[in-house]
């Protein structure tokens, strides 16, 4: 099926519900006058589903908190990812933006297994990673440096503290780079295949607040569209495909899902924990492929070290669902 996604589209507080459809006609005064009872007829069924239409055109005020489950797992020292991967089986690979990265499967006393990255020496640092089929058959990270090129590192997981093998995704006959002028630098960035498709969304620094979004259709980049970041951007965004949705972060832990098809917000929310626990910083986030609507969120808590005046952050890692909310029943 091929994905597109139209440009003509409007911002999160704008709507529409002035237009009557075309199948609508008022009465005229004879008809009113002939017809006094005419309003009274017309069904409870018919009412409730007016009504409801009604309300599907009001955007809802207010996100709903996520009722997240923060996970217990033992991270290496000195390890502060910023980029996190979701992959098969519950697992998540945590990134440092320079190559450093560690493999966790998301139940409570599971030990992640540290990793480094090889060849990506003149990569600089990394803003994007996913994990999962990026050719036929060939399984693997995807990531994207800030600059916007594209590397691939084949093959399955590491064994703890082994090399990942990373090179030019043109060597896997994947683009070079993503669809990015010379000179400009990204905030975040994510590519994936998608339903046989190369997909990309940026985020430039130069303007925090608009994702870009491309698909590669005959050796060639293609824009999809465009699309908002919530509350104006954050310096800690992240960007992840998840099926047909693009799955949005802020650094504030607030959430969104894009569907690439018409580009609806599908779902809208925020971390519980974010409201309760101070010196805590939102990084990437990520769905797992095959598992509905369940996604992961990593973060970084300030913790004291040593001493009081040593202080670090500890990676923490939780898992929640992000579904679209239930349509409220007017009349039951």
């Not at 994947?174 to 998608?194: D, F, N």
Request: with cysteine; net charge negative.
């Amino acid at each position: 099926e091929q994905m597109a996604w139209h440009e003509e589209k409007r911002h999160e507080d704008e709507y529409n519900i002035g237009q009557p459809a075309p199948h609508h006609r008022r009465m005229s005064s004879a008809e009113v006058a002939t017809q006094p009872l005419a309003g009274a007829r017309l069904s409870e069924a018919r009412l409730s589903e007016a009504m409801q239409e009604l309300l599907e055109l009001i955007p809802s005020a207010k996100e709903a908190p996520i009722q997240g489950v923060e996970q217990k797992l033992t991270w290496p020292t000195f390890f502060e990812p910023k980029l996190l991967a979701c992959g098969a089986d519950g697992q998540v690979a945590a990134l440092t933006p320079r190559g450093f990265g560690a493999i966790a499967t998301l139940k409570d006393g599971a030990a992640a297994e540290a990793f480094k990255l090889s060849g990506l020496s003149k990569a600089g640092p990394l803003v994007g990673a996913s994990w999962g089929r990026h050719l036929v058959g060939d399984e693997g990270l995807l990531l994207v440096s800030k600059v916007g090129a594209l590397f691939s590192c084949p093959g399955g997981r590491p064994a703890g503290g082994a090399l990942w093998a990373c090179a030019p995704a043109s060597t896997r006959g994947l683009p070079h780079a993503l669809p990015v002028a010379e000179g400009a630098r990204l905030q975040a960035a994510t590519a994936a295949l998608l339903n046989g498709a190369l997909h990309a969304a940026v985020v430039l620094e130069g303007q925090p607040d608009l994702v870009a979004l491309f698909v590669q259709e005959a050796d060639s980049w293609l824009p999809l569209g465009e699309l908002r970041m919530p509350h104006g951007g954050s310096k800690k965004a992240s960007l992840s495909f998840m099926g047909n949705d693009l799955l949005v972060s802020t650094g504030k832990g607030h959430m969104l899902r894009h569907n690439l098809l018409d580009g609806t917000v599908v779902a809208s929310a925020f971390h519980d924990l974010a409201q309760n626990i101070e010196e805590l910083a939102w990084h990437a986030a990520c769905g797992f492929e095959g598992q509905g609507t369940r996604v992961a969120h990593l973060s970084l808590r300030k913790v004291s070290s040593m001493s009081p005046s040593m202080l670090g952050w500890q990676p923490s890692v939780v898992s929640m669902d992000i579904a679209a909310p239930a349509k409220p029943a007017l009349f039951a």
